[in-house]
């Protein structure tokens, strides 16, 4: 369940705000704050960016746009192969949507009603909420049938070995990690800052080992 609001939303009622169309389905205002919020909700890099003032709302609503294309593209692809939830899987999403309302309903010792429960946390109308999550089940369900539809042969297998053979065998990968949950934001935010600097220079050229020398306490990179 998201519970985070990282931009503002709108009203929950519908007024007819159309923001735009996507294969036919109109996207209302508070379904595109929706669709962002939920974003940078699930995109840690891309809330990063944020944070640290490397993109501003208007790269946000890109990747919101971008988002709601995707989506709608892929729903009407299951819907094409008629892929179609069972009554099984309908009651499992409204058990869900039953008991995350249980347990976040009371917010500052009050317990809020559902309309009020779902503009509250999502900027939308329940209707809208409980439309989405089932349509994203059955984006995720034709997903899944498609790719158990996909047989990879042996010589395709090959063919993919020769054609990345060089990036495979020839190059590696550090990964430097930094626990920052003991950090304030002041701190974590010096920090990408330092990721980014760093970044920079050795995209220009300079040696990447006198950085891990200079900033790593990893002793086994170090050797």
Do not use: H
């Not at 309903?105 to 329940?126: H, P, R, S």
């Amino acid at each position: 369940m998201i519970l985070c609001i990282l931009l503002p939303s709108c009203n929950s009622k519908i007024k007819g705000d159309v923001i735009f169309k996507v294969e036919g389905e109109k996207v209302y205002e508070n379904m595109f704050v929706f669709f962002c919020n939920l974003l940078l909700n699930q995109d840690e890099t891309l809330a990063s960016y944020v944070y640290i003032d490397e993109m501003d709302e208007n790269d946000v609503k890109e990747a919101g746009l971008n988002f709601a294309k995707e989506y709608y593209f892929r729903l009407n692809e299951a819907r094409a192969y008629g892929t179609k939830l069972t009554k099984t899987e309908i009651k499992e999403l409204e058990e869900q949507f039953a008991s995350d309302y249980k347990q976040y309903k009371e917010v500052d010792g009050k317990v809020l009603e559902k309309e009020e429960f779902y503009d509250y946390y999502y900027g939308l109308t329940e209707d809208q909420y409980k439309e989405f999550w089932k349509n994203w089940a059955i984006v995720e369900k034709y997903t899944a049938a498609i790719e158990k539809e996909i047989e990879i042969t042996d010589e395709m297998q090959k063919k993919a070995y020769d054609t990345y053979y060089d990036y495979v065998c020839t190059y590696n990968l550090t990964m430097l990690t930094l626990d920052t949950s003991k950090m304030s934001e002041a701190e974590v935010k010096a920090e990408n800052e330092l990721a980014l600097q760093i970044k920079d220079a050795i995209q220009k050229g300079e040696k990447f080992e006198d950085y891990v020398e200079k900033y790593c306490d990893d002793k086994s990179l170090k050797e």
